[in-house]
């Protein structure tokens, strides 16, 4: 029987239902988020002097788009590595703090410092509610982004900035962009640790069964709150099901953030008996959030690329693959038992007197022994009782004769 595929799109309600909270350690991203510069979501800052250089460096807040993502899924980032420059056609992605692939970047061991810069200037911060932090009325939002610039290389690169002539604009500005680094590199600083990364996990990736079986667990490990969506291109005869067997609902994408705790769930591929050998993929994933600090790098270590992190809070995509096999169930055949019947016998018998034999108790000779075959006798004396018949008749048709 040909398994005729028709697709669904499975998940959350029942999977939602199914979670239980975890506290174990958060596994590694199964696939991690992708990202590439974006230049049409670029916002300009302007170009500022650090010490010990000669010429300008241009400022700006990054662009991004969050492949695998959606239509318009972009975010916003602040660089972490000098003087490398930016690729436009390299891929980054997500990695820990500690993976910086600069051997000189004092980003490793600075980064908490960055990340407190993220979450308390632009564009976390409104313009308005930045000007009012840093006490600058009618700050601009390209003095901001230089500010904010400055004092994240500050902390990756080792980098000043100087203090007389700071940009390339005129000294009100150059007031504003040094309030905003002084204000960032100064004592409130005390730093911000990094928080938990969007992850989801299947474990195994594969598992074979039998059809007429569930097959599974698959684990669903994730750090989002619910939302996860199941994908598949489901065979005839197969559905997924939780550990009670209670069938998954078809149903649309969610759209939640990461959050700080570990979600398990379990999913099963049950196969009806009678399908025919196979296969089934599926996915599943949730909308994460992607934080402030997430660092991205080259995807491909042998391209150098400049290193970014999120400036602000963005929506993406995480997920991951599994498959389940089956072949068939063995058909187990049961033998009835063969009936024989005999052939019937018809026996024309001569009825005989009946006689009376008692059979002596056992313990005699051979003689004394219980009869157990035919006995002659019997045949013996009825042929004698025969013949004696048939001499008297010859007898009295011989006296008849002669009267």
């Not at 995509?317 to 063995?330: N, S």
């Not at 006689?355 to 045949?379: C, M, Q, R």
Request: charged share 20%.
């Amino acid at each position: 029987m040909a398994s005729r595929l028709s697709p669904k799109r499975l998940g959350a309600a029942v999977l939602g239902a199914s979670l239980a909270l975890m506290t174990a350690a958060l596994p590694a991203a199964a696939d991690a988020v992708v990202v590439k510069p974006h230049r049409p979501a670029n916002v300009q800052g302007m170009g500022i002097f650090l010490d010990g250089k000669d010429k300008e460096i241009n400022t700006e807040l990054i662009g991004l788009k969050i492949i695998e993502g959606g239509d318009d899924q972009t975010a916003t980032a602040y660089c972490v590595e000098l003087p490398t420059p930016l690729e436009d056609n390299t891929p980054l992605e997500e990695v820990p703090w500690n993976e910086h692939p600069n051997d000189d970047t004092k980003f490793k061991t600075n980064a908490k410092f960055v990340n407190w810069i993220l979450h308390n200037s632009y564009p976390t911060l409104s313009v308005e509610a930045a000007g009012e932090k840093f006490g600058l009325d009618g700050v601009k939002e390209s003095s901001l982004i230089a500010g904010t610039q400055a004092a994240i290389w500050h902390y990756s690169d080792g980098a000043d900035l100087r203090e007389n002539n700071s940009t390339v604009e005129g000294s009100d500005v150059d007031a504003d962009v040094l309030a905003v680094y002084k204000y960032l590199t100064g004592e409130k600083n005390v730093g911000m640790d990094q928080e938990p990364a969007p992850t989801l996990t299947i474990d195994p990736s594969e598992l074979e069964g039998k059809a007429g079986t569930l097959i599974g667990p698959f684990t669903v490990t994730t750090t989002a709150e619910g939302g996860l969506v199941l994908e598949a291109e489901v065979p005839q005869g197969v559905t997924f099901t939780d550990k009670d067997g209670n069938e998954l609902p078809v149903s649309q994408e969610g759209d939640l953030g990461a959050q700080a705790e570990t979600r398990v769930g379990e999913v099963f591929v049950k196969v009806d008996e009678g399908v025919e050998p196979g296969e089934v993929k599926f996915t599943v994933h949730t909308t994460a959030t992607l934080h402030h600090g997430r660092l991205f790098v080259a995807q491909d270590k042998q391209k150098k690329t400049q290193s970014l992190v999120i400036a602000k809070p963005a929506k993406a995509d995480v997920k991951d693959t599994a498959k389940a096999k089956w072949v068939e169930a063995p058909v187990t055949t049961t033998t009835a038992p063969t009936t024989t019947t005999a052939p019937t016998t018809t026996t024309t018998t001569t009825e005989a007197p009946v006689t009376s034999t008692t059979v002596p108790a056992g313990g005699g000779s051979d003689d004394d022994l219980a009869n157990t075959g035919a006995s002659i006798f019997v045949p013996l004396l009825i042929g004698i009782g025969l013949l004696g018949a048939g001499a008297g008749a010859l007898l009295f048709l011989r006296r008849k004769r002669t009267a």
